[in-house]
Nanobody, 119 residues
């Protein structure tokens, strides 16, 4: 059974770059057909898909966040990471990493990590 765990600082200063890492166990991020993604949920709002990195390293991003988002991976550590630049208080959210089995069918999730950008 695959498990995902987010890690990273819980506080980011405005204009800085937020960096989070997702460590995957029980399965390889290079397994064919799977993609690995980041989703966030701002307080009082719904889930927002941010982007994914596929088993072959290709990436896809939300158009609204594309200019500020980068997803990368370290296959030796079975990890993938999110970088979100120029953060503002509107980027305050719980950030989740998850496995996408296809068509944004996220079947395994991390527990989520709270990130706050103070005003």
């Amino acid at each position: 059974q695959v498990q995902l765990q987010e890690s990273g600082p819980g506080l980011a200063k405005p204009s800085q770059t937020l960096s989070l890492t997702c460590t995957v166990s029980g399965g390889s991020i290079t397994t064919s057909s799977y993609r690995w993604g980041w989703i966030r949920q701002p307080p009082g709002k719904g889930l927002e898909w941010m982007g994914v990195i596929a088993y072959d390293g290709s990436t896809s991003y939300s158009p609204s966040l594309k200019s500020r988002t980068s997803i990368s991976r370290d296959t030796s550590k079975n990890q993938f990471s999110l970088q979100l630049s120029s953060v503002t208080p509107e980027d305050t959210a719980v950030y989740y990493c998850a496995r996408d089995g296809g068509a944004r069918n996220f079947d395994s999730w991390g527990q989520g990590t709270q990130v706050t950008v103070p005003s």
